[in-house]
């Protein structure tokens, strides 16, 4: 069976084959480090996780890059309104977002770039494209002259009338650019205050990359001048994928990407994530309102990349069922595969057509509703077989656990769950950061000797805790976790 995907660019199903037979070179628009990611944001690196595990079962030895944004517009302006250093910033909100990883189990990329580790090939990618004529310097800030790129806007399917508009909506209207819907390479670095947070030297004077410069040159560095797959959420196709196109592809005159891929974004009870709703809710925000990591992976997992996901508190709950009943259904496998007890070899088929039925699924552009259904398929079909079962009958057990186990492989909740299992250390930290959040509120009502006491709470059970500006920490083990504080109106 052979893998179909939907490419953005020529807006169609394809069926999938890398530029090098059995590998995969992926790019993935990795988290803006400027604050904590929220879960919209975990919604398209669980996707693409889903996606880098499943090019995984298929047989391909997938080669991710993931970078990290750590100097842009929102970043420098976190670090100029504080005042500090631009690491200041963007070193704690990494760790936070590799904290956060972690508790959602996602798999690890092969490269996790930092842009500001990659300047000098940035420069270097601007000086490529102005030697092929495609630029122009205004100000000490460099510019792409879209009008000299043939094709430019076909990804995001806008004409000339559109970009003019579109233009204006890329941010970067403060410069002194010869046509509105060109887009900034280099920023040359006098300009406001960025000059204090964000300087480095090039041929142009001072001054700091573009964003989407940046996403070109990690990804060109690490995986050369074609990738197999881009992706990233729908909001990056114009500008950012865009002018990632026009200026890889630019400088090599070489096809940038063989594959776009772009997840929908999230809701949460049905309406857009903003600040202003109160709605952007990070992960140990949601672990600290007692919801499992599992849960919350399973919960991000379970609907088509490509349509709109609405992230609910009753979906959270009805997610962590079903990751129980996964759970328990291989908890009863494994005891079936021990005593030999199941009943009969109709497991085993019952598991090979249910595992033909997830793969076909999931080469249908992922289909996950479709690859759920066949794995609830086998745990009711299975449940229902061992419910008969006779003792000493031979056993199909094997067969269907090594099939949940593959089904797991891809959709990486059981292992998460396992981390939740009583006692275990995921337990002490849903709690820890529970404990936390009900200390924040004792402090926010002035009640200290609550406060106080949950302190002394959580360091009965070996949990350290330290107040810091922006965050708690929390030490217990080996391991450190920050906690987020929560807005006052004070501050
Ligand atoms: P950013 O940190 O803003 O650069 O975004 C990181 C990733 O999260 C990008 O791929 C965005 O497209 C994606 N993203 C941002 N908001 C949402 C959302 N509400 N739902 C899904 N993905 C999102
Ligand atoms: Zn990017």
Avoid at 298 to 326: I, M
Wanted: hydrophobic share 40%; charged share 30%; net charge negative.
């Amino acid at each position: 069976m052979s893998l179909r995907l939907h490419d953005s660019l020529t807006r169609r199903l394809r069926p999938f084959e890398p530029v090098e037979p059995g590998r995969v070179r992926m790019y993935t628009c990795g988290p803006t480090v400027y604050d904590r990611a929220h879960v919209g944001n975990f919604r398209a690196f669980m996707w693409e996780d889903l996606l880098r595990r499943y090019l995984g079962f298929k047989g391909y030895e997938v080669c991710q890059v993931m970078n990290l944004t750590d100097v842009d517009d929102r970043t420098i302006a976190a670090a100029a309104a504080r005042g500090v250093p631009l690491a200041d910033v963007t070193d704690p909100v990494i760790e936070m977002f590799l904290e956060d990883w972690e508790t959602l189990g996602l798999e690890e990329p092969e490269h996790r770039p930092r842009a500001t580790r990659f300047v000098e090939g940035m420069i270097r990618l601007v000086e490529i494209l102005s030697e092929r004529g495609l630029t122009y310097e205004s100000e000490g800030s460099v510019y792409f002259a879209i009008e000299r790129s043939p094709g430019y806007g076909r990804l995001a399917g806008i004409d000339s009338a559109g970009l003019a508009a579109a233009g204006r909506a890329a941010g970067d209207e403060e410069y002194d650019k010869d046509d509105p819907r060109d887009f900034v390479l280099w920023k040359g670095g006098d300009r406001g205050a960025d000059g204090a947070v964000a300087v480095w030297d090039s041929p142009w004077g001072p001054g700091r990359p573009g964003w989407h410069l940046e996403c070109s040159a990690m990804a060109m560095h690490h995986l050369g001048e074609t990738l197999d797959i881009h992706t990233g959420g729908v909001d990056n196709l114009f500008p950012h994928h865009t002018n990632e196109i026009a200026q890889s592809e630019g400088a090599t005159g070489k096809k940038f990407s063989e594959f776009w891929l772009h997840a929908e974004h999230l809701l949460v009870e049905g309406r857009k994530m903003s600040k202003s709703l109160g709605n952007c809710f990070t992960i140990p925000e949601l672990v600290g309102r007692g919801h499992a990591p599992s849960a919350i992976r399973y919960l991000l997992l379970s609907g088509h990349y490509r349509a709109q996901l609405n992230f609910t508190f009753d979906g959270l709950e009805a997610a962590a069922k079903a990751v129980n009943r996964l759970y328990e259904f291989r908890n009863r496998l494994r005891e079936a595969g021990e005593a030999k007890t199941a009943a009969s070899t109709d497991l085993g088929e019952v598991a090979a057509r249910a595992l033909a039925a997830f793969e076909a699924a999931m080469d249908d552009d992922l289909n996950v509703s479709e690859a759920l259904s066949a794995v609830f398929g086998l745990v009711r079909e299975a449940n229902h077989l061992l419910d008969r079962a006779h003792p000493r009958a031979p056993s199909g057990a094997e067969a269907a656990l090594a099939t949940i186990d593959a089904f797991d492989r891809v959709f990486g909740v059981l292992a998460v769950r396992d981390r939740e299992s009583s006692g275990g250390d995921g337990e002490l930290v849903a709690w820890a950061t529970a404990r936390v959040g009900e200390r924040e509120r004792a402090r926010t009502n002035r009640d200290f000797a609550r406060a106080d006491a949950i302190r002394a709470e959580l360091e009965a059970r070996g949990v350290i805790v330290e107040d810091l500006a922006e965050y708690t920490r929390l030490r217990m083990g080996g391991r450190s976790i920050q906690v987020p504080r929560p807005l006052r109106a004070t501050r």
